[in-house]
C-alpha cells in the first residue's frame, strides 16, 4: 500500500496537479478542511461579502510547485498557520464552473483536500476573520450541502 491509500477513500496528489496543466482536462478546483491539531477546530474562511463561513478553496497547484507545498502556501498565506501533510480524497463533486482553458462553462469537479494545521489562525487582509468551530458546529454553519458533503469527506480522511 502507498502512503496516500487511506483505506480507499484517498486518491495519488501527484495525478490531480500533473493534471493542472493538460489543456483538455476536467476543470478541479480544491476545498480544504482544515483542523486546527491543538483543539481540533475545523478553520471555516470568513468573506468580507459573504454572510456565512465557508471553506477555503483554492486552484489546483502546479506540478512546479507540488500539491504539499501548494496547500501550505495558501495556508500560510490566508491563515498564517503550519500546515502538516494534506490528503486528497478519491471521491469528485461534480459542479459547474468555467474551464481555463476553453474558456466556456462546464462541467468541472470539486477535490476534497483535508490537512491538519498548527498555531494560531489569523486572517490575510482578503479575509474578514477566521472561524474555528468544533465540527459538528462547522457543519451547521456551512451554507450549502455541497460544503457540508466536502467537510465530511475531509473529516473522513482525517480519521
Same mark, same amino acid.
Given at each position: 500500500?502507498?502512503? /496516500? ?5 484517498? %486518491?495519488?496528489?501527484? %495525478? ?5 496543466? #493538460? ?8 476545498? +480544504? ?10 478553520? @471555516?474562511?470568513? /468573506?468580507?461579502?459573504?454572510? #456565512? $463561513?465557508?471553506?477555503?478553496?483554492? &486552484?489546483?497547484?502546479? $506540478? ?18 503550519? *500546515?502538516?501533510?494534506?490528503? +486528497? ?15 466556456? &462553462?462546464?462541467?468541472?469537479? !470539486? ?14 487582509? %482578503? @479575509? ?10 462547522? *457543519? ?11 467537510? *465530511? +469527506?475531509? !473529516?473522513?480522511?482525517?480519521?
Amino acid at each position: 500500500m502507498t502512503g /496516500w491509500g487511506h483505506a480507499n477513500i484517498e %486518491a495519488d496528489p501527484g %495525478a490531480l496537479v500533473r493534471r493542472a496543466t #493538460q489543456g483538455d482536462a476536467d476543470p478541479e478546483r480544491i476545498l +480544504l478542511v482544515v483542523r486546527r491539531v491543538e483543539d481540533g477546530a475545523i478553520l @471555516l474562511a470568513r /468573506w468580507p461579502d459573504a454572510p #456565512q $463561513p465557508m471553506l477555503l478553496s483554492l &486552484d489546483t497547484p502546479h $506540478p512546479d510547485e507540488g500539491f504539499e507545498d501548494g496547500i501550505a502556501r495558501v495556508l500560510r498565506a490566508r491563515f498564517s498557520v503550519i *500546515a502538516h501533510t494534506p490528503r +486528497l480524497h478519491a471521491e469528485r463533486l461534480p459542479v459547474r464552473m468555467r474551464h481555463q482553458v476553453k474558456g466556456s &462553462d462546464t462541467t468541472g469537479f !470539486l477535490r476534497v483536500a483535508a490537512v491538519e494545521v498548527s498555531g494560531e489562525p489569523a486572517p490575510d487582509g %482578503a @479575509l474578514a476573520g477566521i472561524d474555528a468551530l468544533p465540527a459538528h458546529e462547522a *457543519a451547521r454553519a456551512l451554507s450549502t450541502d455541497l460544503e457540508r458533503r466536502a467537510l *465530511a +469527506l475531509g !473529516l473522513d480522511l482525517l480519521g
